[in-house]
């Protein structure tokens, strides 16, 4: 009786944190329907805009506050962040950069088109690259254009050798992400507001680890550029409450996310 008590006293007093992920805004390669992954594209004019009218407009308009970011280490995820601090008039934050958060690495499918490369192989196996969890497209090679300028940007100089991808597949980045999830985990449970400003790939895999998905049910979920997606745990319990919030238009957000799942022309 008295244990009963006690326990719905504590959920009463329930603290909890929230925690927000956010996909980059529209890269140069998203706005020519190229694979990109490690890659280092620029945000496109409208990719920056975006960052600002709807990432931060809607993270102003929800009132949330942060006190720390992480994004990966390339420019399409930090300038977003960077905007979006701007914008929030809170460019102070720390910001960890981490590599671990780079987008999947898409091997020899980097740079290319994705509606030439359903014409060639057809849509099947292009779907299969882009979302079945074990889809492995092939190695990249030093025959392609993007090979030496992603094997020596020094963005990449804390990957260790030996942890270097060539490609990956989803399995892999889920693996990759894995372990800064649970940094990140750590200080969220302890209270710390935390902003995830990534990719594509890399906002499946903490969606995944966030919400427990099986491998089948993260192969249908796709993520559009900018839009906020709100997460809150209870702090003692470590326990989602609820589930996922995507924030704004609720049309917008449907039509992004169809724009996202098709392979585009
Ligand atoms: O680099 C990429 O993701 P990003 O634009 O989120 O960084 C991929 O090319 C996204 O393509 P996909 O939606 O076919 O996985």
Redesign the pocket.
Known sequence: MFKALKEKLSNLIMKTNRLVLL??GE?E??LRN????WHDAPLSASGLEEARTIAAANLIAAKLVFDKVYCST?S??KRSAEVILSEMKCSFLPTVSDWRLN??H?GNLTGAN?RDMANRYGEEQVQFW??NYDGLPPPIETSNKYFYHICNNPAFQAVPIDQFPLTESMRMCVDRVSPVWSEIRKEVLEGIRVLIVV?????RALVKHIEGLSEEQIEKV??P?SVPIVYEFNMKTGELIGGSKYLGDAKYIEKMTEK?AGIGN
Not at 34 to 37: D, K, T
Request: net charge positive.
């Open positions: 996909r980059h890269s390669f998203n190229l694979f990109c992954g390339l399409r995820s987008e999947r898409y994705k882009r979302r990719h594509g790939t890399v906002t796709n993520i550029n996202v």
